[in-house]
Structures are given as C-alpha cells and as structure tokens.
C-alpha cells in the first residue's frame, strides 16, 4: 500500500540522516586529529630547529693593551657559536666610549661599520677587536682610574642552517677592578 511504502520512504530519509550525521562527525573527528597532528609536527620542527640551530654570542671581552701614557687601547671581543650547526654570515657590529649606558633601541638606531665572517662552526670562536680610538693622555689615565662609564656594546647578526636570521646584543662595561676584563652589563645581553 501507498501509506506503508511511505513510511518505508521516510524511515530511509531518517536512516540516511543519521548516517550523514554520523559520516559528519567522523569527518570533523578526523579533521581535528590531523589538526592535532599538524600541530605536533610544527612543535616538533619548532624543537628541532632551536636544539640544532647555531647559537652565536660573546663568550668575553677584554682590554688589550695597559693603562700607560700614550698606549691605545683595544677591546678583544671573542664571539663563540655554542650551537649544533653552522652560523652564516655572521656580522659583528660593535662601538664605545664614554656614553651613558645603551639600550637595544639605542643599538638598533646606530649606524655601525660590520666585520663580517662568513661562517662560524659550532663550538668555534672567532676574535673581533674594537679599537677605543685613542692614545691615553694623563687625564684618560685619571679617568680610567675612577669609575668611568666606558661602555662596549653592539649586536650580531647571523642566519642559521634554517635560513633565520638571528640577533645577538652584547654589552660591557669598564670596571677598574677586573681590568683588563670588560664586564657584562646587567641588561642588554640577549639572543634572539
């Protein structure tokens, strides 16, 4: 009959609509799980990339040269990669004097002259020399032998094996006790 073909028809109509629903929910399910999986992988990669990347930065500076009437003074800087892999063109870009202390504003509005290396390898070092630029007189001397805030600071630019470029800043400052080693300032000594 007429009415129970009908509700035959309509009872297909309510089954297809639940398997629908039912192949919907699947597909938002498997969806969501390869979300989740995207997002593992992207953590992963992410993990993966800061334990091999390079890490270059300053391992120490210090004066070469004496505190004597007429000598130059020179600040050594050793630049280290404490990383896993290669850091690529690396530019250190430095400068000092007798400044109030700088920030990384102040850093990133300078203009300076880079030396560039091509490659540091990991756990390699490489010396960079700042010259002060002048030769001591009696009244550098004096200077030198109170408090003076003769700060050394600039940053480092390098790209990793990922191709990411990265940021080092450093900072030191002259402190008559530890001559002639420079000290790190308490900020501004960071990687990025």
């Known amino acids: 009959s007429a009415s129970v073909q009908l509700a035959a028809a309509n009872q ?3 089954n297809t609509g639940k398997l629908a629903s039912a192949a919907l ?12 999986a995207k997002d593992a992988i992207k953590a992963t990669e992410g993990n993966i990339r800061l ?3 390079a890490w270059v930065g300053v391992q120490s500076m210090r004066f070469k040269g004496e505190r004597q ?3 130059k003074l020179e600040v050594e800087i050793i630049v280290h990669n404490t990383g896993k892999t290669p850091g690529r063109d690396v530019m250190v870009k430095k400068t000092g004097g007798i400044v109030p202390q700088p920030t990384q504003k102040i850093i990133d509005a300078m203009s300076f002259e880079p030396e560039t290396t091509s ?14 630029g002048m030769t001591l007189s009696e009244a550098d001397i004096k200077l030198l032998e109170g408090n003076t805030a003769l700060y050394v600071f600039g940053v480092i630019t390098y790209r990793d094996i990922f191709q990411r470029n990265h940021k080092t800043y450093f900072c030191g400052f002259y402190n008559r006790q530890e001559f002639p080693a420079i000290e790190f300032c308490p900020a501004l000594n960071a990687m990025y």
Not at 25 to 36: E, Q, T, V, W
Not at 119 to 132: C, E, G, K, Q, R
């Open 119 to 132: 490659v540091i390898l990991p756990s390699n070092t490489f010396s960079s020399l700042y010259n002060i």
């Open 69 to 71: 009437l007429n000598q």
């Open 12 to 14: 297909n109509v309510t």
């Open 25 to 36: 929910d699947h597909a938002k399910a498997a969806r969501d799980s390869a979300d989740a």
């Open 51 to 53: 334990d091999q990347r």
